[in-house]
């Protein structure tokens, strides 16, 4: 098979749905061979029609994320895309978030990242692409205390790996979206109807912080994790890369 990833393995974490999904479809049709994962098996069972392998795995059991690493072997590509976006303040965050947060945006992400890295040491190659947000260091965001915290901390993840790694042929970067139309979104959109008035009308007010006036799609930043997992982008590692439609300026 032809395509910019042909001969390339990758690992997806949270591929059952949104951008994890659109990254491994993509990936795929790029040619590469694609081992996808998730949490809920039946969200990724249907990827193997398309000629994608997955698998269980909640990133969240480090037991678990070494026997996926083992089971898939050495790979290429990983895309560290497991997260959860909490809506609270400084003041209504609880210590069971806070853990939940902290454990499944950032220690999963360490996790996962250190079960690979041993082979991609070894073939002298990989790239690594963890799921930020524009919603971190780069901006703040309202209500989004505790996730705007983790997101900033991926971002330092991010970097120290790529600092480490950078003469061994390991690169390591991450996305900085914006709102993209998601079911994670769709699930904050129905949590924040009653206080809006209507469904409709939170979908709105995410649209409205947009300065396209438009949500992204999954598909818009598969594109950019494609690119990141590609040769073509040898050269840039320790970046995050902000894809957001405008939202910081």
Same mark, same amino acid.
């Given at each position: ?31 590469? @061979? ?55 303040? %400084?003041? @209504?965050?609880?210590?069971?978030? =806070? ?10 992400? =360490? ?5 690979? %890295? ?14 930020? +947000?524009?919603? +971190? +260091? ?7 205390? #505790? ?7 991926? %971002? ?18 991450? #996305?900085?979206?914006? @709102?993209?139309?998601?079911? +994670? ?13 209507? !469904?409709?009308? !939170? ?20 594109? #950019? ?21 405008? =939202?910081?300026?």
């Amino acid at each position: 098979m032809t395509g910019r990833l042909a001969g390339k393995r990758c690992f997806v974490t949270a591929a059952g749905q949104g951008i994890g999904r659109a990254a491994a479809l993509m990936m795929a049709a790029e040619g590469a @061979t694609v081992i996808a994962t998730d949490r809920d098996a039946h969200k990724v069972g249907d990827l193997g029609a398309r000629g994608i392998t997955h698998l269980p795995l909640d990133v969240l059991d480090d037991a678990a994320v070494e026997r996926a690493a083992r089971e898939a072997g050495p790979i290429d590509v990983l895309f560290n895309c497991a997260g959860f976006v909490h809506q609270n303040s %400084i003041l @209504t965050c609880t210590d069971e978030e =806070w853990d939940f947060g902290f454990g499944l945006n950032v220690r999963a992400m =360490w996790k996962v990242a250190r079960a690979f %890295i041993p082979g991609m040491l070894e073939r002298k190659r990989g790239s690594i692409v963890n799921m930020s +947000s524009a919603c +971190s +260091s780069v901006k703040g965001a309202p209500n989004r205390f #505790l996730y705007g915290t983790t997101k900033a901390a991926v %971002i330092g993840l991010t970097k120290s790996i790529a600092t480490d790694y950078v003469g061994q042929g390991i690169r390591c970067n991450c #996305l900085c979206p914006g @709102t993209v139309d998601t079911p +994670s979104l769709h699930e904050r959109i129905a949590a924040n109807a009653a206080a809006a008035g209507s !469904a409709e009308a !939170a979908r709105a007010a995410f649209v409205a912080r947009q300065a396209m006036g438009r949500l992204a799609t999954a598909e818009e930043m598969a594109a #950019l994790v494609v690119y990141l997992a590609a040769d073509e982008s040898a050269f840039v590692t320790g970046q995050a890369i902000v894809i957001d439609g405008g =939202w910081t300026l």
